[in-house]
C-alpha cells in the first residue's frame, strides 16, 4: 500500500496508479485541493508550491508539487495552503497577512507564495528581510508588481501579529499571558492565529505537517499502472539489483524530478509536447539512505547523489574553504528555492552529460573544483575517482553510467586559496546560465598566483575548463596583462564557440566571459569591479500615498479586495480548477494539436498512435459544420489540404479521460505535410524586417492608422535640425497565470454552458452560437474569475472555448481544456513588434517643429487585435508633446507566426517610447538636458490634439496635469538631488554606472465599445447580490462596483455578494473588459442600476440614504408592496471625440549597470499618477505598481525568440523571463496625485483609470539604463529590450564594431 498524509489526513492508495502523475495533480483532481495552482509545469513559476516533509528529513521544505511524482511520496507529508488555514475556520497569519496587505490581483500566483513564506519561517535561515526576499526566487507574480507582496510577508517578521488577542496563556512569544487557552506549548508565534481557538493562537507549523508515522519504508515499493513500472528500493543493493534485471534502455532513475519534468524538454528531440520521455522502469532513489549523506573527511568532501542542492548549499557554506564558499554562493543560485529543496545535484549532473548544451552550474562547480566522480554501471559495478569532465564528456561513461552514487572534492592543503564565480542571466534570480565562469587559484603571500583553475560556461558548446589560461594566469596577481584575456580568448576559440543567436547574442558571450575573468583579476587586487554579481539593497521599500474622499467612502479608500481571503486560502475557484475537478465518469480533458512545419500543406492527420496512450476521441476541421470561424477570418482548426501558415495554430482538439495525460496524447498525433512549391510570395517570413522587405501588408481596410496636423512635410523642410531614422521594439508574452482553459457541459436541448477564463463573456456565447449553429441564446457562458488576462483572454480564449464546446456537442460530455504553459505561448502570440520609422525637425533650442512617423507593425497569421494595436499606437503616437506640424501613419504586416494580439497598453507602449528616445537625441544634438526638451515640447491646457484619417480632432486638452505631475515627482522624489548624486557616483566608479530617467505620459481613455450591464438585487432580508458583464481579471473590477453599490445604497459592503458574469443573467451583448475603462464602466452601471432602486426605495419606503429611514426597513416596505427589488444598470458610454479624458504620469527610474557583466539593478522608481478621485486607494496603487512591473520585464527582461523554423524559442519559463521578485525597484514610491478630481463627461465618481497607463510609464527604467550605458561611454542604440547582453553589447559597442 501506499500512504501519503495531505494536511495531516491519510490517504491509502492502491499501488496501482500512473507512477508518472505528479504530485500536483493528485492533489488538485483527486482530493479537490485545488489551492494549489498550476502556472507552468515546469518549476519555473512557484504557484504549485507545497510543504514536503520526508521520512529521510523532518523538515518541511517547499516544492514544486507540479514536477513532484505521487509516487515518489510515499509516507511523506504535504502541506497545502488549505491546510493552513480557511476563510470558513480560522486563517493563517500568513494567509491574512496577504490578503490583507494588498498582495493579490488575480490571485492565480497567491497560494503558491502563501506556502513559500510558510516554508521560509519553517526554515533555518535566520528571519531577515534579506533571507526572506532571496528565498522567494522561485515565485512569480504576474499582476501585483511584488512590492505589496515582500512589504506583507515582512510584516510577519516584524511580529505583527494584526489577530494575536493575547487571550493564551503559555505563548511566550506573543508577550500575552492573559488568557485561558492552553495552546501547544512551544508554539510558533509567527503562526498566531489568535482568538485562544484550539490549535489557533501559537499553532505550530510543522504540527500540521507531521502528525503521523514519518518511519521510512523499509521494503521494496512497487507502483504499476502497466504501462509503466515504478520501485522505490529501500537500499542500494536492491536498487543495484534492479537495475541490473531490466533492459538499460528501459530505466530511467528518478530522483527529485525537476530537472526530468522542468528541464530536460527543452533539451531532448520531444519538445514542446511532452515534458520528458518516462522510462519504462523507473528507478527512484529518494529512500536510499546511502546516497543521502555529505560528509567531510581528511580534506575531502563526499556527496551522496541523492543529496540536495539546497543541502549541499548549506554543507558548502559551512567551510573555511574559500572554493567551497564559493560553490556554496554559486549552488544558492541555481534554480530556486523550490527546486534546490527537491533536486539533487546528480540529477543535475546527469542531465549535463546527456545534454552537453543544458548550462549546468553543478558540472560549472564541480569542474572547478576538481571533483570525481564515482558511479555503478548496469551490470552493478562501481567506477570510482573519474574526473568530471570525463564523466560528463567522455562517451565510455555517458554509456555505462547507470547510476550516480557520489562525488569527491578534496580541499586543497596549504593558504591562500580564493575562489570567484559569476553567472550572467536573463532575470536576477531563477534564471539559467546564458554565461558563467568559476575561477579557483591559489595566491602566494608575496601575491603570485601559483595554481588556477578556470570552468566556464555559455561560450562554447558545453562547460569547459581552460588548462592554457590557467597556465597563462600563473605569475602576479596584479598583473592582468592582455596576454591572460588573449589566451582565454583563443583557447575558447579553439574549443569552438557557439555561433548561434538565440536568447543571447553570440558577441555577448565570449565578451562576457572576458570581463569576468577581469573582475576576479579586479578582486584579487581589491579593486572595484571585483564583486562577483550587482549588490543590491532589500526590496519592499516604498511609500503609496494617496488621500481618501470621506464624502465618498467607500469609495476611495483602501479597501482590501473581495475574495483576496479566498485567494489565499485557496478557496478562489478559477476555470483551470473546474476543469481539474470535473466528474471522471462524465467528462473528457482536452488538448491542442497543433501544426508544426509553415509552408507545407496538410496531407493527413493520424490519431492512431494515441489511442495506447489515453486518446478517447476528437474534434477538427471535419467537425465544423457550422460556423469556422473564431476572429475575422481565422478558422479554429486548419483542414487537410491546407497550406500551414504559423507553428502552433491548431489542427485537432485530442480528447482524453485523464488531465494529465494532456502532453503525451498529443504528442502522439501524427501530421503528415506534403511540400509546397515555394515562391517570393509564399515563402514563410518570422520576422517583421522580412515581413516589410516582401511587402507583407494586409490589406489597408483592415487598418485605419493615420493621424495629422499641420503640414509636416513643408515645416520638416525648414526645419534647422533634422534626425531621421527608425527603432525597432521588441514582442512580449502576456504571461497571464492561468493559462487559456475552458469546460464546456451540455444542457438539454443542445444548450451549452461554458466556463472560460476569458475577458470577453459575450463574445465567447456568440463564437460559440457560431460554431455550434445553434445561436447565442442556447449558450451560457460564465466567468467568475479569471487568472489574469492582460489582453490576452480577449478573443485568443475563443481557441479553447470553441474547441471545448465543438468537442461536448460531439461526445455528449463535458469537456475540461487547460492549455500547458509551453502550448499556451507556442499558440497564442502577444504584444507586437514595430519598427518605427522618424524624421524630426527642431531648433536649436530643442523645440520640435515637425515630425512624421511611419509605424510597421507585426500581427502575425491574421489581423485580429493588432489593427487595434496599431491603431492604439498611431493614435497615441504625439506622446505629451505638442508639435504643429505631425503626422503619423501605421502599416500592419502579416508575418508567419501565431497572431499577435493586443497586450496590455497596446501599441502605444511601444510608439510613447520611441518618441520618447527623440527626445533624447534632440537634447543630445541641441546640447540641453533632456528635461528642458521634455518640458519645452510638453502639451498645455487647451492645445489641440491632432486630426484622424477623416478630419475629425482627436479633441483637445482640457485639464492637463502633466506639469503637476512632473513638478510633484521632481520635488518629492528629489530628483535634483538624486541627478547629482549619480554624477558623483558615476565620477567616482568605473565598473558601475547610474542613470536617472523621468519619463512623461498622456494616456487617453474611453469607455466607448465597451457596454456594460450590472445587475443588483436586493433581498428582503435587505442583503444585496450584484452581477457584473465586465470580467474579474485581477483588476479589483468586482471590490470596486462593490463599494460603489455600498456608497450609492448606502449599506455597508459586507451585505454585499458579487456573482460571477453570466450571460444568462448579467451580461446579455456587452463588451470585452478591455482598454483599462471597464471597471468605471461597469461602476457606472452599477450607479445606474441602483438609482432605479432608490426611486423605488423612496417611492415605497421613504428611503434616502443618511435619512431617518433604515435601509432594512425601506427593503421591506418596498418588498411588501409588491415592488421589485431588482434593477439592472445599463452603461454605454460615449463621447463626442476619440477619448473621454486622460490620465497623466510622470515616473522617475534610477538603474546601476556593471559595466563589466551587463547586469542592471533598479535602485528606485518613483511613480506620479492623475487617478482623478481613485476608487479604490489598494486596487488602484497595486494597478499601477503591477502595469510598471509588467513594463519593466518589457523593457529589461521579456524576449520572444523565434528559430528558423518559426517556433517559439521563448516557449516556457526556463527561456521566457518575466521580472521576479529582485528585478523590482529596491524602493518603489506610488503617489496619487490629491485634490484633482475628473471633470471630464461622463466621469464616474470623478475618477480615472489605471490598468495601462502605469505600463507605459515603465519606459524610464530603459531610459535609465541607458544613461548608465552613455555614462559608461556606450552607444544610443540600445535594443529594446535591453536584455543583459544587449546592455553590454551596448556598453561596448564603439570597441566591437558593432
Ligand atoms: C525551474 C528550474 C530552474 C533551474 N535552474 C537551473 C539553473 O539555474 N542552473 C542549473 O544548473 N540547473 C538548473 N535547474 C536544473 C536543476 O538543478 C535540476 O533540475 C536538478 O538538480 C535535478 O535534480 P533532480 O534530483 O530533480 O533530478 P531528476 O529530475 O530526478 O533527474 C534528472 C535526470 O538525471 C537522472 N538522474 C537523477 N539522479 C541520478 C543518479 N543518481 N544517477 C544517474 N542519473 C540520475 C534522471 O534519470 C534524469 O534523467 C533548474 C531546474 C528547474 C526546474
Ligand atoms: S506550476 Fe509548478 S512551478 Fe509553475
Ligand atoms: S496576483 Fe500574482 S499572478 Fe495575478
Given at each position: 500500500?501506499f500512504?501519503?498524509?495531505?494536511?495531516?489526513?491519510?490517504h491509502?492508495?492502491p499501488?496501482?496508479?500512473d507512477?508518472?502523475?505528479?504530485?500536483?495533480?493528485?492533489?488538485?483532481?483527486?482530493?479537490g485541493?485545488?489551492?494549489t495552482?498550476i502556472?507552468?509545469?515546469?518549476?519555473?513559476?512557484?504557484?504549485?508550491?507545497?510543504?514536503?516533509?520526508?521520512?529521510n528529513?523532518?523538515?518541511?521544505?517547499?516544492?514544486n508539487?507540479?514536477?513532484?511524482?505521487l509516487?515518489?511520496?510515499?509516507?511523506?507529508?504535504?502541506?497545502?495552503?488549505?491546510?493552513?488555514?480557511?476563510?470558513?475556520?480560522?486563517?493563517?497569519d500568513?494567509?491574512?497577512?496577504?490578503?490583507?496587505?494588498?498582495?493579490?490581483?488575480?490571485?492565480?500566483?497567491?497560494?503558491?507564495?502563501?506556502m513559500?513564506?510558510?516554508?521560509?519561517?519553517?526554515?533555518?535561515?535566520?528571519?531577515t528581510?534579506a533571507?526572506?526576499?532571496?528565498?522567494?526566487?522561485?515565485?512569480?507574480c504576474?499582476?501585483?508588481?511584488?512590492?505589496?507582496?515582500?512589504?506583507?510577508?515582512?510584516?510577519?517578521?516584524?511580529?505583527?501579529?494584526?489577530?494575536?488577542?493575547?487571550?493564551?496563556?503559555?505563548?511566550?512569544?506573543?508577550?500575552?499571558?492573559?488568557?485561558?487557552?492552553?495552546?501547544?506549548?512551544?508554539?510558533d508565534?509567527?503562526?498566531?492565529?489568535?482568538?485562544?481557538?484550539?490549535?489557533?493562537c501559537?499553532q505550530d507549523?510543522?504540527?500540521?505537517?507531521?502528525k503521523?508515522?514519518?518511519?521510512?519504508?523499509?521494503?521494496?515499493?512497487?507502483?504499476?499502472?502497466?504501462?509503466?513500472?515504478?520501485?522505490?528500493?529501500?537500499?542500494?543493493?536492491?536498487?543495484?539489483?534492479?537495475?541490473?534485471?531490466?533492459d538499460?534502455?528501459?530505466?530511467?532513475?528518478?530522483?527529485?524530478?525537476?530537472?526530468?519534468?522542468?528541464?530536460?524538454?527543452?533539451y531532448?528531440?520531444?519538445?514542446?509536447?511532452?515534458?520528458?520521455?518516462?522510462?519504462?522502469?523507473?528507478?527512484?532513489?529518494g529512500?536510499?539512505?546511502?546516497?543521502q549523506?555529505?560528509?567531510?573527511?581528511?580534506?575531502?568532501?563526499?556527496?551522496?547523489?541523492?543529496?540536495?542542492?539546497?543541502?549541499?548549499?548549506?554543507?558548502?557554506?559551512?567551510?573555511?574553504?574559500?572554493?567551497?564558499?564559493?560553490a556554496?554562493?554559486?549552488?544558492?543560485?541555481?534554480?530556486?528555492?523550490?527546486v534546490?529543496?527537491?533536486?539533487?545535484?546528480?540529477?543535475?549532473?546527469?542531465?549535463?552529460q546527456?545534454?552537453?548544451?543544458f548550462?549546468?552550474?553543478?558540472?560549472?562547480?564541480?569542474?572547478?573544483?576538481?571533483?570525481?566522480?564515482?558511479?555503478?554501471?548496469?551490470?552493478?559495478?562501481?567506477?570510482?575517482?573519474?574526473?568530471?569532465?570525463?564523466?560528463?564528456?567522455?562517451?565510455?561513461?555517458?554509456?555505462h553510467?547507470?547510476?550516480?552514487?557520489?562525488?569527491?572534492?578534496?580541499?586543497?592543503?596549504?593558504?591562500?586559496?580564493?575562489?570567484?564565480?559569476?553567472?550572467?542571466?536573463?532575470?536576477?534570480?531563477?534564471?539559467?546560465?546564458?554565461?558563467?565562469?568559476f575561477?579557483?587559484a591559489?595566491?602566494?603571500?608575496?601575491?603570485?598566483?601559483?595554481?588556477?583553475?578556470?570552468?566556464?560556461?555559455?561560450?562554447?558548446?558545453?562547460?569547459?575548463?581552460?588548462?592554457?589560461?590557467?597556465?597563462a594566469?600563473?605569475?602576479?596577481v596584479a598583473?592582468?596583462?592582455?596576454?591572460?584575456?588573449?589566451?582565454?580568448?583563443?583557447?575558447?576559440?579553439?574549443?569552438?564557440?557557439n555561433?548561434?543567436?538565440?536568447?543571447?547574442?553570440?558577441?555577448?558571450?565570449?565578451?562576457?566571459?572576458?570581463?569576468?575573468?577581469?573582475?576576479?583579476y579586479?578582486?584579487?587586487?581589491?579593486k572595484?569591479?571585483?564583486?562577483?554579481?550587482?549588490?543590491?539593497?532589500?526590496?519592499?521599500k516604498?511609500?503609496?500615498?494617496?488621500s481618501?474622499?470621506?464624502?465618498?467612502?467607500?469609495?476611495?479608500a483602501?479597501?482590501?479586495?473581495?475574495?483576496?481571503?479566498?485567494?489565499?486560502?485557496?478557496?478562489?475557484?478559477?476555470?483551470?480548477?473546474?476543469?481539474?475537478?470535473?466528474?471522471?465518469?462524465?467528462?473528457l480533458?482536452?488538448?491542442?494539436?497543433?501544426?508544426?512545419?509553415?509552408g507545407?500543406?496538410?496531407?493527413?492527420?493520424s490519431?492512431?498512435?494515441?489511442?495506447?496512450?489515453?486518446?478517447v476521441?476528437y474534434?477538427?476541421?471535419?467537425d465544423l459544420?457550422?460556423?469556422?470561424?473564431?476572429?475575422?477570418?481565422?478558422?479554429?482548426?486548419?483542414?487537410?489540404?491546407?497550406?500551414?501558415?504559423?507553428?502552433?495554430?491548431?489542427?485537432?482538439?485530442?480528447?482524453?479521460?485523464?488531465?494529465?495525460?494532456?502532453?503525451?496524447?498529443?504528442?502522439?498525433?501524427e501530421?503528415?505535410?506534403?511540400?509546397?512549391?515555394?515562391?517570393?510570395v509564399?515563402?514563410?517570413v518570422?520576422?517583421?524586417?522580412?515581413?516589410?522587405?516582401?511587402r507583407?501588408?494586409?490589406?489597408?481596410?483592415?487598418?485605419?492608422?493615420?493621424?495629422?496636423?499641420?503640414?509636416?512635410?513643408?515645416?520638416?523642410?525648414?526645419?534647422?535640425?533634422?534626425?531621421?531614422?527608425?527603432?525597432?521594439?521588441?514582442?512580449?508574452?502576456?504571461?497571464?497565470?492561468?493559462?487559456?482553459?475552458?469546460?464546456c457541459?451540455?444542457?438539454?436541448?443542445?444548450?451549452v454552458?461554458v466556463?472560460?477564463?476569458?475577458?470577453?463573456?459575450?463574445?465567447?456565447?456568440?463564437?460559440?452560437?457560431k460554431?455550434?449553429?445553434?445561436?447565442?441564446?442556447?449558450?451560457?457562458?460564465k466567468q467568475?474569475?479569471?487568472?489574469?488576462?492582460?489582453?490576452?483572454?480577449?478573443?485568443?480564449?475563443?481557441q479553447?472555448?470553441?474547441?471545448?464546446?465543438?468537442?461536448?456537442?460531439?461526445?455528449?460530455?463535458t469537456?475540461?481544456?487547460?492549455?500547458?504553459?509551453?502550448?499556451?505561448?507556442?499558440?497564442?502570440?502577444?504584444?507586437?513588434?514595430?519598427?518605427?520609422?522618424?524624421d524630426?525637425?527642431?531648433?536649436?533650442?530643442?523645440?520640435?517643429?515637425a515630425?512624421?512617423?511611419?509605424?510597421?507593425?507585426?500581427?502575425?497569421?491574421?489581423?485580429?487585435?493588432?489593427?487595434?494595436s496599431?491603431g492604439?499606437?498611431?493614435?497615441?503616437?504625439?506622446?505629451v508633446?505638442?508639435?504643429?506640424?505631425?503626422?503619423?501613419?501605421?502599416?500592419?504586416?502579416?508575418t508567419?507566426?501565431?497572431?499577435?494580439?493586443?497586450?496590455?497598453?497596446?501599441?502605444?507602449?511601444?510608439?510613447?517610447?520611441?518618441?520618447?528616445?527623440?527626445?533624447?537625441?534632440?537634447?543630445?544634438?541641441v546640447?540641453?538636458?533632456?528635461?528642458?526638451?521634455?518640458?519645452?515640447?510638453?502639451?498645455?491646457?487647451?492645445?489641440?490634439?491632432?486630426?484622424?484619417?477623416?478630419?475629425?480632432?482627436?479633441?483637445?486638452?482640457?485639464q492637463?496635469?502633466?506639469?503637476?505631475?512632473?513638478?510633484?515627482?521632481?520635488?518629492?522624489?528629489?530628483?535634483?538631488?538624486?541627478?547629482?548624486?549619480?554624477?558623483?557616483?558615476?565620477?567616482?566608479?568605473?565598473?558601475?554606472?547610474?542613470?536617472?530617467?523621468?519619463?512623461p505620459?498622456?494616456?487617453?481613455?474611453?469607455?466607448?465599445?465597451?457596454?456594460?450591464?450590472v445587475?443588483?438585487?436586493?433581498?428582503?432580508?435587505s442583503?444585496?447580490?450584484?452581477?457584473?458583464s465586465?470580467?474579474?481579471?485581477?483588476q479589483?473590477?468586482?471590490?470596486?462596483?462593490?463599494q460603489?453599490?455600498?456608497?450609492?445604497l448606502?449599506?455597508?459592503?459586507?451585505?454585499?455578494?458579487?456573482?460571477?458574469?453570466?450571460?444568462?443573467?448579467n451580461?446579455?451583448?456587452?463588451?470585452?473588459?478591455?482598454?483599462?475603462?471597464?471597471?468605471?464602466?461597469?461602476c457606472q452601471?452599477?450607479?445606474?442600476?441602483?438609482?432605479?432602486?432608490?426611486?423605488?426605495?423612496?417611492?415605497?419606503g421613504?428611503?434616502?440614504v443618511?435619512g431617518?429611514?433604515?435601509?432594512?426597513?425601506?427593503?421591506?416596505?418596498?418588498?411588501?408592496?409588491?415592488v421589485?427589488?431588482s434593477?439592472?444598470?445599463?452603461?454605454?458610454?460615449?463621447?463626442?471625440?476619440?477619448?473621454?479624458?486622460?490620465?497623466?504620469?510622470?515616473?522617475?527610474?534610477?538603474?546601476?549597470?556593471d559595466?563589466l557583466?551587463?547586469?542592471?539593478?533598479?535602485?528606485?522608481?518613483?511613480?506620479?499618477?492623475?487617478?482623478g478621485?481613485q476608487l479604490?486607494?489598494?486596487?488602484?496603487?497595486?494597478?499601477?505598481?503591477?502595469?510598471?512591473?509588467?513594463?519593466?520585464?518589457?523593457?529589461?527582461?521579456?524576449?520572444?525568440?523565434?528559430?528558423?523554423?518559426?517556433?517559439?524559442?521563448?516557449?516556457?519559463?526556463?527561456?521566457?523571463?518575466?521580472?521576479?521578485?529582485l528585478d523590482?525597484?529596491?524602493?518603489?514610491?506610488?503617489?496619487?496625485?490629491?485634490?484633482?478630481?475628473?471633470?471630464?463627461?461622463?466621469?464616474?465618481l470623478?475618477?480615472?483609470?489605471?490598468?495601462?497607463?502605469p505600463?507605459?510609464?515603465?519606459?524610464s527604467?530603459?531610459?535609465?539604463?541607458?544613461?548608465?550605458?552613455?555614462?559608461?561611454?556606450?552607444?544610443?542604440?540600445?535594443?529594446?529590450?535591453?536584455t543583459?547582453?544587449?546592455?553590454?553589447?551596448?556598453?561596448?559597442?564603439?570597441?566591437?564594431?558593432?
Open positions: 500500500m500512504t501519503i498524509f495531505v494536511n495531516a489526513t491519510t491509502n492508495l499501488p496501482t496508479f507512477p508518472t502523475r505528479s504530485l500536483a495533480s493528485f492533489l488538485r483532481s483527486d482530493l485541493l485545488t489551492g495552482k502556472g507552468c509545469h515546469e518549476g519555473g513559476c512557484g504557484a504549485c508550491t507545497v510543504l514536503f516533509t520526508s521520512p528529513d523532518p523538515k518541511p521544505v517547499p516544492i508539487s507540479c514536477l513532484k511524482l509516487s515518489s511520496c510515499n509516507n511523506c507529508h504535504i502541506l497545502t495552503t488549505e491546510g493552513l488555514g480557511s476563510t470558513q475556520t480560522t486563517l493563517s500568513i494567509q491574512r497577512a496577504i490578503a490583507d496587505g494588498n498582495g493579490s490581483q488575480c490571485g492565480f500566483c497567491t497560494p503558491g507564495w502563501v513559500a513564506c510558510a516554508g521560509f519561517l519553517l526554515s533555518e535561515l535566520p528571519k528581510p533571507n526572506m526576499e532571496q528565498f522567494f526566487d522561485g515565485n512569480l504576474r499582476c501585483t508588481g511584488y512590492r505589496p507582496i515582500i512589504q506583507s510577508f515582512m510584516k510577519l517578521l516584524n511580529g505583527e501579529k494584526e489577530n494575536c488577542t493575547g487571550s493564551c496563556d503559555t505563548c511566550t512569544a506573543c508577550d500575552h499571558n492573559e488568557g485561558t487557552h492552553d495552546c501547544d506549548a512551544g508554539g508565534a509567527v503562526f498566531c492565529q489568535g482568538g485562544g481557538e484550539s490549535g489557533g501559537c507549523l510543522e504540527d500540521l505537517i507531521v503521523k508515522d514519518t518511519t521510512k519504508p523499509s521494503s521494496l515499493l512497487r507502483i504499476s499502472d502497466g504501462l509503466t513500472e515504478f520501485f522505490q528500493p529501500p537500499d542500494l543493493t536492491s536498487a543495484l539489483t534492479l537495475i541490473g534485471k531490466y538499460k534502455s528501459d530505466i530511467g532513475i528518478n530522483a527529485g524530478h525537476t530537472g526530468k519534468g522542468g528541464v530536460e524538454k527543452y531532448n528531440e520531444t519538445a514542446p509536447y511532452y515534458r520528458g520521455v518516462d522510462a519504462k522502469v523507473i528507478v527512484d532513489v529512500n536510499i539512505t546511502e546516497l549523506a555529505v560528509t567531510s573527511s581528511n580534506g575531502v568532501v563526499t556527496a551522496g547523489s541523492g543529496v540536495t542542492l539546497a543541502k549541499l548549499v548549506k554543507f558548502f557554506s559551512s567551510s573555511d574553504y574559500a572554493p567551497f564558499q564559493a556554496s554562493r554559486h549552488l544558492s543560485v541555481i534554480a530556486n528555492s523550490q534546490r529543496s527537491a533536486g539533487t545535484w546528480a540529477g543535475n549532473l546527469s542531465m549535463a546527456k545534454y552537453p548544451h548550462p549546468s552550474d553543478i558540472f560549472l562547480t564541480l569542474s572547478a573544483l576538481s571533483a570525481t566522480l564515482t558511479f555503478a554501471t548496469y551490470d552493478g559495478q562501481v567506477v570510482a575517482n573519474v574526473p568530471v569532465q570525463t564523466f560528463c564528456k567522455d562517451a565510455f561513461f555517458k554509456e553510467c547507470a547510476l550516480i552514487l557520489s562525488f569527491s572534492v578534496e580541499q586543497k592543503p596549504g593558504d591562500g586559496w580564493v575562489a570567484r564565480r559569476f553567472k550572467l542571466t536573463q532575470r536576477a534570480r531563477n534564471a539559467h546560465a546564458h554565461v558563467s565562469l575561477v579557483v591559489n595566491v602566494s603571500s608575496e601575491g603570485c598566483i601559483q595554481d588556477a583553475t578556470v570552468a566556464v560556461g555559455g561560450v562554447t558548446s558545453a562547460i569547459e575548463v581552460c588548462p592554457k589560461t590557467s597556465r594566469m600563473l605569475g602576479a598583473t592582468l596583462d592582455d596576454n591572460v584575456i588573449e589566451t582565454f580568448t583563443q583557447e575558447l576559440e579553439s574549443l569552438g564557440l555561433q548561434e543567436d538565440d536568447l543571447t547574442r553570440k558577441d555577448y558571450r565570449l565578451l562576457a566571459a572576458r570581463n569576468c575573468l577581469k573582475k576576479f579586479l578582486y584579487l587586487n581589491a572595484e569591479g571585483g564583486d562577483e554579481s550587482l549588490s543590491r539593497d532589500v526590496g519592499g516604498g511609500v503609496q500615498e494617496y481618501i474622499s470621506l464624502d465618498a467612502l467607500p469609495v476611495t483602501p479597501v482590501p479586495k473581495i475574495g483576496a481571503r479566498l485567494q489565499a486560502s485557496g478557496e478562489a475557484k478559477y476555470c483551470h480548477d473546474n476543469a481539474s475537478t470535473v466528474d471522471p465518469r462524465f467528462s480533458h482536452g488538448a491542442f494539436v497543433f501544426s508544426d512545419e509553415v507545407k500543406r496538410i496531407e493527413g492527420i490519431y492512431k498512435s494515441a489511442y495506447p496512450l489515453g486518446l476521441d474534434v477538427d476541421a471535419r459544420k457550422n460556423g469556422k470561424r473564431i476572429v475575422g477570418d481565422e478558422v479554429l482548426f486548419l483542414s487537410i489540404g491546407d497550406i500551414v501558415p504559423s507553428v502552433g495554430y491548431p489542427v485537432a482538439l485530442v480528447l482524453f479521460k485523464k488531465e494529465e495525460d494532456a502532453n503525451k496524447v498529443a504528442a502522439a498525433v501530421i503528415t505535410y506534403s511540400d509546397v512549391a515555394e515562391t517570393e509564399s515563402h514563410p518570422f520576422s517583421l524586417a522580412d515581413a516589410i522587405k516582401y507583407r501588408i494586409f490589406t489597408p481596410k483592415d487598418v485605419n492608422a493615420k493621424i495629422s496636423k499641420g503640414d509636416a512635410d513643408s515645416a520638416l523642410a525648414k526645419a534647422p535640425m533634422r534626425l531621421k531614422g527608425c527603432t525597432e521594439t521588441g514582442g512580449q508574452k502576456h504571461f497571464y497565470f492561468e493559462t487559456q482553459s475552458a469546460v457541459k451540455l444542457g438539454e436541448g443542445g444548450e454552458e466556463r472560460s477564463s476569458t475577458q470577453n463573456v459575450s463574445g465567447t456565447q456568440e463564437i460559440i452560437g460554431l455550434l449553429g445553434i445561436g447565442s441564446s442556447k449558450v451560457v457562458v467568475l474569475r479569471a487568472g489574469g488576462g492582460y489582453g490576452g483572454k480577449l478573443t485568443r480564449s475563443f479553447c472555448s470553441g474547441a471545448a464546446a465543438l468537442a461536448a456537442a460531439k461526445t455528449g460530455r469537456c475540461a481544456v487547460v492549455q500547458d504553459r509551453g502550448i499556451d505561448l507556442q499558440m497564442i502570440g502577444g504584444r507586437e513588434p514595430m519598427i518605427i520609422e522618424y524630426i525637425g527642431f531648433d536649436a533650442d530643442g523645440k520640435i517643429l515630425v512624421k512617423f511611419l509605424i510597421h507593425a507585426e500581427s502575425g497569421v491574421t489581423i485580429d487585435g493588432s489593427a487595434g496599431l492604439m499606437a498611431t493614435l497615441w503616437m504625439d506622446h508633446y505638442n508639435v504643429d506640424n505631425f503626422s503619423c501613419e501605421g502599416i500592419l504586416y502579416k508567419n507566426v501565431s497572431t499577435n494580439t493586443s497586450c496590455r497598453s497596446p501599441g502605444n507602449m511601444q510608439s510613447n517610447f520611441v518618441y520618447e528616445d527623440l527626445i533624447y537625441r534632440i537634447a543630445n544634438r546640447g540641453k538636458r533632456v528635461k528642458d526638451v521634455q518640458e519645452l515640447n510638453f502639451y498645455r491646457t487647451g492645445d489641440v490634439l491632432p486630426c484622424e484619417r477623416d478630419g475629425t480632432s482627436l479633441g483637445d486638452l482640457k492637463v496635469n502633466l506639469q503637476r505631475c512632473w513638478r510633484e515627482l521632481h520635488e518629492k522624489a528629489k530628483i535634483e538631488e538624486k541627478q547629482k548624486d549619480i554624477e558623483a557616483f558615476n565620477r567616482t566608479h568605473d565598473t558601475k554606472k547610474r542613470g536617472l530617467s523621468c519619463a505620459v498622456k494616456y487617453g481613455i474611453s469607455g466607448a465599445g465597451y457596454k456594460q450591464q445587475r443588483v438585487c436586493i433581498y428582503a432580508d442583503t444585496v447580490r450584484v452581477g457584473t465586465g470580467a474579474e481579471i485581477g479589483g473590477l468586482a471590490t470596486k462596483v462593490v460603489c453599490v455600498a456608497l450609492r448606502g449599506v455597508d459592503m459586507e451585505k454585499i455578494d458579487v456573482h460571477e458574469s453570466d450571460t444568462s443573467n451580461t446579455v451583448n456587452n463588451g470585452a473588459t478591455g482598454g483599462s475603462a471597464t471597471s468605471e464602466v461597469c452601471a452599477a450607479l445606474n442600476a441602483c438609482d432605479t432602486l432608490l426611486a423605488r426605495l423612496k417611492e415605497h421613504d428611503y434616502e443618511g431617518d429611514v433604515s435601509f432594512a426597513d425601506a427593503v421591506a416596505a418596498t418588498d411588501g408592496a409588491g421589485s427589488l434593477a439592472d444598470g445599463w452603461n454605454n458610454p460615449t463621447s463626442s471625440s476619440e477619448f473621454q479624458y486622460f490620465v497623466w504620469v510622470a515616473t522617475a527610474a534610477v538603474v546601476e549597470l559595466v557583466t551587463g547586469e542592471a539593478s533598479v535602485i528606485s522608481a518613483d511613480i506620479q499618477y492623475d487617478c478621485e479604490n486607494a489598494y486596487i488602484d496603487v497595486g494597478q499601477i505598481e503591477g502595469g510598471f512591473i509588467m513594463g519593466l520585464g518589457y523593457f529589461l527582461t521579456e524576449k520572444v525568440v523565434f528559430d528558423h523554423t518559426g517556433a517559439l524559442k521563448s516557449v516556457g519559463t526556463w527561456e521566457y523571463k518575466p521580472p521576479g521578485m523590482i525597484p529596491r524602493e518603489f514610491n506610488v503617489r496619487l496625485l490629491s485634490n484633482v478630481g475628473n471633470n471630464a463627461e461622463g466621469n464616474v470623478r475618477s480615472k483609470a489605471v490598468g495601462e497607463p505600463m507605459v510609464s515603465s519606459m527604467v530603459w531610459f535609465a539604463v541607458r544613461e548608465a550605458v552613455l555614462a559608461a561611454g556606450g552607444s544610443m542604440d540600445l535594443m529594446c529590450p535591453a543583459i547582453d544587449e546592455r553590454l553589447l551596448a556598453i561596448n559597442k564603439a570597441n566591437m564594431n558593432l
